[in-house]
């Protein structure tokens, strides 16, 4: 039977209906078998668990192409109208609330990736998104189950390039109590938690051959095994899954299996590095400023004309990663002015009138916001000094003092070169 056809006719949900109630009357007839061992029916209940899962599998991809074949048909027959520009195709989708967490711009490739993520979301189909390190896969496969139909189920991250291949199958699909030294009782697996929701699978390509043998009979059977079990148990998790690697590549090589690359890839979006996203980098930093400010419990601090030109221009091989990270380095080490010299030494650039060897060169004069930023550490290193004598050097009674996190005035005595133990009393 030719359960799904795409160039088929157009009402096809009939057929899925009566397919669907033959399995429900097939189940029920089971379920009341007394010619049956209970095991055996309890086999057939799950076969026929799994064909139904299956079939709504193929509704929902049916669906999906119609959706989409509809859309081009009804494009065709219309008079043809001017493609929509970037910054409309960003602001549609702001109005229907599909969005990344903070903010994004008008690439043309993110643009695309967004777009087919919201057409994808409401359906069951696995979803593999690849783009370098950094990039927002992992915030992808979030929108894509917050914009879905199980946005109220379970949401479970797995790094399977983490898992030691030895622990591989127990963190994967559980363990019985027992079936392994060290293993005191019985676990749930990340699928058996994902059970109803999302399951994101991140550095797909680093899983070795024998998980992804076991990961593609899991995809294809809607079950699982615990280690020391012969039980078998159903599962229904959407896939998303994540990669920063060619995987079309590793197949040619052998350490990638094929027929597991389609079973992922139904829905397959890239997302650009950042470098290629050059009008997002000021919304970004824009953003990751303030949260990092509310984080560390701090004002933002205003950036110098050169150090934001720098970031504008700073290539960021780590993405988005590494301009939050910097954001939060720049929020935690500069007072009310941040400059060049807050940034990482690996990516600071070299200051004007510092390049030594220069015969004759005159002391470089400080700029006015310069001189501010060193007034301003000035007075903040005596207040704490005068903050850890009234203590003792105390820093917790400090903090609640000062209703500060206790953290951030620990980061605050370091940037400073201060020690507590300086400042107790000795008698």
Known sequence: MKLFNPGGERGSAMSY??????????????????????????????QAGALRDEVMQLSHKERFVQAVSADTERRGAEPAAPEPSTGERRRALLARSFVFE???????????????????????LPVLVDGE??????????????????????????????IPDSLLESELFGHRKGSFTGADRDRKGKFESA???????????????????????????HEIQRVGSDETISVDARIVAAT?????????QGSFREDLFYRL????????????????????????????????KRRPAALTPRLREFLLRYAYPGNIRELRNIMYRISCLAGETADLGHLPEDIRPALPGALA????????????????RAASDEAERRCLEQ????VSGMVAELARRWEMNRQHLQLLLKKHGLHSKDFRKTH
């Not at 920063?244 to 040619?252: A, C, M, P, V």
């Not at 002391?363 to 001189?371: C, M, Q, V």
């Not at 903050?387 to 009234?390: A, M, R, V």
Request: aromatic fraction near 4%; proline fraction near 6%.
């Open 133 to 162: 390190s950094g990039t927002g896969k992992e915030l992808m496969a979030k929108v894509i189950h917050a914009n879905g139909t199980r946005a109220d189920m379970p949401y479970v991250s797995v790094n399977c390039g983490a």
């Open 195 to 221: 059970h109803r929701g999302t399951i994101f699978l991140d550095e797909i390509g680093e899983l070795p051959l024998p998980g992804q043998v076991k990961l593609l009979r899991v995809l294809q059977s």
């Open 17 to 46: 209906a009566a397919l669907l109630e033959k399995i429900e009357i097939m189940r029920s007839t089971l379920r009341w078998s007394s010619r049956l061992e209970q095991p055996d029916v309890d086999k057939l209940l799950r």
């Open 387 to 390: 903050g850890l004598l009234e």
């Open 102 to 124: 903070g903010t994004f711009g008008d690439n043309p490739k993110l643009l695309d990736a967004l777009e087919i993520a919201e057409k994808a979301a409401p359906t069951d």
């Open 265 to 296: 890839s139904v829905i397959h979006l890239t997302l650009p590095p950042l470098r290629e996203r050059k009008d997002e980098i000021p919304l970004l930093l824009a953003y990751y400023g303030d949260e990092a400010a509310e984080a560390l």
């Open 244 to 252: 920063n690697k060619n995987l079309r590549k590793l197949i040619e």
């Open 357 to 372: 060897g220069t015969a004759g060169a005159a002391p470089a004069t400080p700029s006015l916001a310069e001189a501010k």
